[in-house]
């Protein structure tokens, strides 16, 4: 044992630049309440046959840290909902507020005791911990009464809208009974230019004769599932189905169904109509469909049962969304799946890019773990999770100079998120530098160990016995 113990000793005393690297990064940043935070209403339903509700993302500049939306407030005419407790989300991560629901707050849903939106003239308003208008949207009727004009000039008043007049709202009358709307724009310009009345496609005119097959189109898609909601499944899980042609798709007659030996396969009602590159989510509790957390598959039949689409998964991460994302390469463009903690049901999945960097600077470990690299010969910043690499890892490898091939999720215009990558950098004899990253993942791997061993105590324990 003591020749272990002076081996090991040996080993960390020719590893002192790797143990100072350990021992000087910080921990991994704690998950906080970010002020530069932007909430974007996306989705409004307020004459729900059912239950009004609508749906919202927080934006952010730290990407990689949860935002707390405590003391988050919900206005119409007056708050009629306030998050008191701690409620941590992702960035873009879609949340929805239920209405006329005594259910308990999780965090992809928001419940309401008030029974439901106003369906003639109103405001809907979100305001930040410290009373300021975050976003809000309106509509109309042609004949708003006096209190209304009033709320309205209260909400120029405190910028959340462009205009005083509740003319410019949405018109509220051009709304149907299960129609929803929806924001068209990624910016927020708070008029009604963001926003479209949406049509819902499981909800149809009686008197409308529905046809009796739908259509076919080969480019119907399945784009994002969530087989393992936060807590009890119950009736959360969802598929999502996206239309990836030009023209509008009436799904009558389709099915969706799980494995073979699964649920009772799915059909669609008349009409289901799909929009030309929109989507449509079909949740459980319309469905009926189980998914399997621990593996599963789904398939989509057109009417007449031809199999259109098959996603399968395996081991389904609690309240991550198995979606779809278009990757660009510098030669062509290519999909695959991702496991997404922040599910986006109903909205566009974003498209990644795939292309090589040379890494410019060391990375830096302060609220958010970056580097700098050259993509194309301009510069770009980019930042990583402990989940891509663990910080110690990516100080050894993340040298000035070397190459990646990297996955990226554009941030802004100049600024990226690494979601996977790979080291360009091939093992020669004629190139000795190669060697070392190989050479330091030994060496780090070693004194992880070895610093373990001493923590618990197995190895001190040892060497003192062996010393008797």
């Known amino acids: 044992m003591k020749k272990a113990f002076l081996t090991t000793v040996t080993i960390i005393l020719t590893?002192?630049?790797?143990?100072?690297?350990?021992?000087?990064l910080?921990?991994?940043?704690?998950?906080?309440?970010?002020?530069?935070?932007?909430?974007?209403?996306?989705e409004v339903s307020f004459k729900d046959k059912n239950a009004d509700w609508f749906t919202f993302i927080v934006n952010s500049s730290k990407p990689n840290q949860k935002i707390n939306l405590k003391g988050t407030r919900f206005v119409d005419d007056y708050a009629?909902?306030?998050?008191?407790?701690?409620?941590?989300?992702?960035?873009?991560?879609?949340?929805?507020?239920?209405?006329?629901?005594?259910?308990?707050?999780?965090?992809?849903?928001?419940?309401?005791?008030?029974k439901g939106l106003t369906g003639?003239?109103?405001?809907?308003?979100?305001?930040?911990?410290?009373?300021?208008?975050?976003?809000?949207t309106c509509w109309t009727t042609p004949t708003p009464t006096e209190a209304e004009i009033k709320d309205m000039n209260k909400l120029f008043e405190q910028k959340g809208w462009t205009s005083p007049l509740p003319s410019s709202c949405i018109p509220s009358l051009n709304?149907?009974?299960?129609?929803?709307?929806?924001?068209?724009?990624?910016?927020?310009?708070?008029?009604?230019?963001?926003?479209?009345?949406?049509?819902?496609?499981?909800?149809?005119?009686q008197k409308q004769e529905a046809k009796k097959d739908g259509d076919l189109n080969p480019n119907i898609r399945i784009t994002e599932i969530l087989p393992n909601p936060e807590g009890t499944d119950g009736n959360k899980e969802w598929v999502e189905i996206t239309n990836y042609s030009s023209y509008a798709t009436n799904l009558n007659g389709w099915q969706i169904d799980d494995s073979e030996d699964g649920s009772k396969p799915y059909t669609l009602p008349p009409i289901t109509k799909i929009e030309a590159y929109e989507s449509i989510i079909i949740e459980k509790?319309?469905?009926?469909?189980?998914?399997?957390?621990?593996?599963?598959?789904?398939?989509?039949f057109d009417f007449n049962s031809n199999l259109i689409d098959l996603v399968s998964y395996q081991k389904a991460p609690e309240g991550s969304s198995f979606s779809l994302h278009k990757i660009i390469t510098p030669t062509n463009t290519l999909y695959k799946w991702f496991w997404n903690p922040r599910p986006t049901p109903g909205s566009k999945n974003e498209t990644y890019i795939s292309t090589v960097l040379e890494i410019t600077n060391t990375p830096q470990?302060?609220?958010?773990?970056?580097?700098?690299?050259?993509?194309?010969?301009?510069?770009?910043?980019?930042?990583?999770?402990?989940?891509?690499?663990?910080?110690?890892?990516?100080?050894?490898?993340?040298?000035?100079?070397?190459?990646?091939?990297?996955?990226?999720?554009?941030?802004?215009?100049?600024?990226?998120?690494?979601?996977?990558?790979?080291?360009i950098d091939p093992l020669t004899p004629n190139n000795k530098d190669s060697y070392t990253p190989y050479i330091i993942s030994s060496i780090l791997l070693t004194v992880i160990i070895t610093f373990t061993l001493i923590k618990s105590g197995i190895f001190r324990l040892n060497h003192k016995q062996s010393e008797k």
Do not use: C
């Open 15 to 24: 590893t002192n630049q790797v143990s100072a690297v350990i021992n000087a």
């Open 26 to 42: 910080p921990a991994t940043p704690n998950v906080n309440a970010l002020t530069n935070a932007e909430y974007v209403l996306q």
């Open 80 to 114: 009629f909902k306030t998050i008191e407790n701690d409620h941590f989300v992702y960035p873009e991560q879609l949340i929805k507020v239920t209405f006329n629901s005594t259910k308990e707050d999780t965090n992809q849903e928001i419940h309401v005791k008030k």
């Open 120 to 136: 003639t003239t109103e405001q809907l308003i979100i305001e930040t911990s410290s009373g300021q208008i975050a976003d809000a």
């Open 175 to 205: 709304i149907k009974k299960g129609d929803t709307i929806k924001r068209i724009r990624k910016s927020n310009h708070s008029s009604s230019d963001d926003w479209k009345i949406n049509t819902m496609n499981n909800n149809f005119d």
């Open 285 to 300: 509790s319309q469905s009926k469909l189980s998914l399997g957390n621990k593996e599963d598959k789904i398939r989509l």
């Open 365 to 423: 470990f302060k609220d958010v773990y970056s580097f700098t690299a050259l993509n194309k010969d301009k510069k770009t910043t980019v930042i990583f999770t402990e989940n891509v690499i663990p910080a110690p890892m990516a100080k050894a490898f993340f040298k000035p100079d070397t190459k990646i091939l990297a996955l990226l999720k554009s941030l802004d215009v100049n600024s990226y998120q690494l979601l996977e990558y790979k080291i």
